[in-house]
């Protein structure tokens, strides 16, 4: 089976402070995701990553930065988290051969609450 | 730009009857992937069920199936037997073959099964 672990279930930070989200997934998956899910907008792409060290920005990077140094993880950083970064962090794996949509693997999610 | 509308953000429906969620999307692609994610309560999301939009028969999976109208670009997605088990936030997703591996999600559908 298919696993893709988020280091935290629940998070609170302060305004302000650096936020690290860690993803790892375990079947050697080409693509990663970071989502971020809140009520009545669905998810969100804010980055994601089809190689190592690659990345590409999805439809709302502001405020966010990513780092994907082995191809098992995949880091969400916020620079300086505000308090509407509070919401659900979901990460997400696939493979990436081109021209076909594999089904995404997701995480548990972190439930990020910035105070 | 393509997007991914579900209209209905709650539904209920009786365990062991039928109900079916909608999903419409828009893009001008003729390739490309459809997808239902289940996200029970506090758990990880996943596939439900898949369809390539070159294929003209309905995906279906066991008690899930899909209703796929190309040309209405609709997606809709029928359960039957409900069970309590059923009962989650439905996301449909659309993904183009070509050019990027990103998702385009819906804002969901919750389901409550009724005893």
């Known amino acids: 089976d298919v696993k893709v672990t988020q280091s935290s279930r629940y998070l609170v930070k302060r305004t302000g402070e650096k936020v690290f989200l860690e993803c790892v997934q375990d079947m050697d998956h080409e693509n990663m995701f970071w989502y971020r899910q809140d009520p009545g907008l669905g998810l969100r792409l804010i980055y994601f990553s089809y190689d190592v060290k690659m990345k590409e920005k999805g439809d709302i990077p502001e405020g966010y930065s990513v780092s994907r140094e082995k191809k098992e993880r995949f880091s969400l950083i916020l620079e300086s988290a505000s308090t509407n970064q509070t919401s659900m962090y979901l990460c997400?794996?696939?493979?990436?051969?081109?021209?076909?949509?594999?089904?995404?693997?997701f995480g548990p999610g972190t439930r990020l609450t910035v105070t | 730009a393509q997007t991914v509308t579900q209209s209905q953000p709650e539904m209920s429906v009786q365990e062991a009857e039928t109900v079916t969620l909608s999903c419409t999307y828009d893009t001008s692609e003729s390739d490309y992937y459809l997808f239902w994610y289940k996200q029970p309560p506090s758990r990880q999301m996943i596939l439900v069920i898949r369809?390539?939009?070159?294929?003209?028969q309905n995906a279906t999976e066991n008690r899930f199936s899909v209703n796929f109208q190309k040309a209405a670009k609709s997606f809709s997605l029928k359960i039957s037997d409900s069970q309590l088990g059923d009962a989650a936030m439905y996301f449909c997703?659309?993904?183009?073959?070509?050019?990027?591996?990103?998702?385009?999600f819906g804002t969901g559908t919750r389901l409550k099964v009724l005893a």
């Open positions: 997400a794996s696939s493979l990436g051969l081109a021209g076909i949509s594999y089904e995404q693997y």
């Open positions: 997703a659309y993904s183009p073959t070509s050019g990027t591996y990103k998702y385009i």
């Open positions: 369809q390539e939009a070159y294929k003209q």
